[in-house]
């Protein structure tokens, strides 16, 4: 079968963007935190020793690194676990202009009192 027609290239023509994906993979290191740690029995999450064991964990480890929140065990984790994880994260040890984000510094504040750990009030 012939033609007489030269072929297009629609797809050049189109207008379509290439964007390289390697430009937007991070820069740092990328660091676990695995919840099953603070699981009792590895099952269940029970929220008020969950609290207090992020109020001591040591967040220095992950200056200018990337948090990855998982929980490599079968058990049902509730949303606000892995929210809680990372206000702990940005409000004791993240730079918050790189983020957008900006944390309160009124020591009236129920939330910052909560959540931030006593070195950085």
Known sequence: MTTDKPLVNKVAKSGLITINLEEYYPKNQVVTFDLKDYLYMELILKEK?????????????????????????????PTWAYMLVTTCFLLNRCDYSDLGVYACNDSRCSFCSRYRSDDSR
């Open 49 to 77: 020793e969950f609290r207090t064991a992020l109020k001591e964990h040591d967040w220095t480890q992950y200056q200018d690194k990337v948090l990855c929140v998982f929980c490599s065990t079968d058990a049902i984790i």
